[in-house]
């Protein structure tokens, strides 16, 4: 199987002067996160010291200063264990290595939003590239998703619309639509196209062997849990909406149902030479 790209789990996405850094863990968003996140808090702990007594507003904002200042095990600190966004991107000195380089920088624009399930704080995301591939903005709003088990913890980090609120879903014109600079979104290769269908196939018929021989190399470590765990779980997936598409990349919004409940995810394919893998998958 070829390698998937950067924006491993797993996303493996656009080149890494696209996207790399923070960018390439981005969960495909939205407050509906919020009402699944249940089903990965099970098994939390406190993962560092920031959290006991903490509220989601102090979490935020020693999380935006942990990146600003690239101190790898102050980040860590205040993710949860199992985090959403750990799940799609490991969490580690490449990570911020990368987010070095794209000289990105995080800031708390606003207070938290709590609920029942969890919390909410808007954050900017700004960089020396384009922090929005799909605009060429050197900014982006986005939102930390938080859970609280015994201390606040941040399991996601999801795109936000530029009012600050969670985005309900792909824009309507990718792929395929007119990106900046011409390059972002094409239309979707037809082969990666059917190995999308492929791998939905196989979660949908509980053939976890299946769509694990799909990984790419470099993110079969990551997502194999997260397919075993989907399966075990009675996944299916009715739904896959194409949201952006490379020549070598696809990434398509996944609906579905998990343990008996609705759900929400993402799933990203990397090509190479004709040949199709899957670089992340999630369905929450």
Known sequence: MPPGGGYGPGFAGPPPKKRTGLWVGLGAGGL???????????GFVAPGFFLSGDDPDEIAESFATAVNDRDLEATRAVMCTDSSY?????????????????DEHISVTGPAETSDDGATVPIALESDVAADPDTGASSVNLRLVLVDED???IDDMVTADPAGTPDDGPADDVPGGDAPGGDTNVEADEEGMAA?????????????????DMLC????????????????????ISGSEP??????????????????????GNLMVAGDSGSWCVSSFGLF
């Open 86 to 102: 750990a799940q799609r991107k490991e969490i580690d000195q490449q990570l911020i290595d990368d987010s070095a380089s794209n």
């Open 151 to 153: 201390g606040w913890c």
């Open 217 to 236: 190399d470099d993110a079969a470590d990551v997502i194999e849990d997260a397919i075993e765990r989907a399966v075990a779980d009675d996944a299916t």
């Open 196 to 212: 999308i269908e492929e791998f939905v196939d196989a979660i949908n018929d509980g053939d976890d062997g299946a769509a694990v």
């Open 32 to 42: 509906g996160v919020l009402a699944l996140a249940a089903l990965l808090v099970t």
């Open 243 to 264: 949201d952006m598409a490379l020549e070598d990349w696809i990434s398509v919004n996944l609906a579905g149902s998990r343990g008996g409940r609705d759900a929400e």
